[in-house]
């Protein structure tokens, strides 16, 4: 009787799973495969959350900074509509003399102003905390 030629590669893996040593390591590995899946899973899962866990503390920083910029804008505007409503201060730059009036204004308020001027109409400066 005729046989079909049989496959070298078919026949060496035979061989090869013949051995104790070699059936053992891959039961072995198939064994351990399961605690490397669940490993890269708990690794993936915790980066994930230490993602998501920067990025809320991103924002809440960002939203803080916000909040605190828009009270500083509303406390500048305040303080300075106050100002150009003060009748001292529209007689002393009518009189020339708001140099004096903002020199005062300068350590009391707590806007730390690094300069504060008045100008007119035209757009020229009148008058300014620094000379």
Known sequence: ?????????????????????????????????PAFVIISYT???????????????????????????????????LFLASLARDPLMRNAVQRGRCGDILANLRQPTSFHYSDLFVAGRDGHILCSINP
């Open 43 to 77: 690794a993936w899962e915790q980066r994930n959350e230490a993602r998501n866990a920067s990025e809320q503390q991103f924002l809440k920083v960002v939203h803080d900074f916000a909040a605190k910029q828009r009270v500083l804008m509303d406390n500048s505007h």
């Open 1 to 33: 009787m005729f046989s079909a030629p049989r496959d070298p590669l078919l026949t060496r893996i035979k061989n090869l799973l013949a051995r104790l040593h070699i059936r053992l390591l891959i039961l072995v590995l198939i064994s351990v495969a």
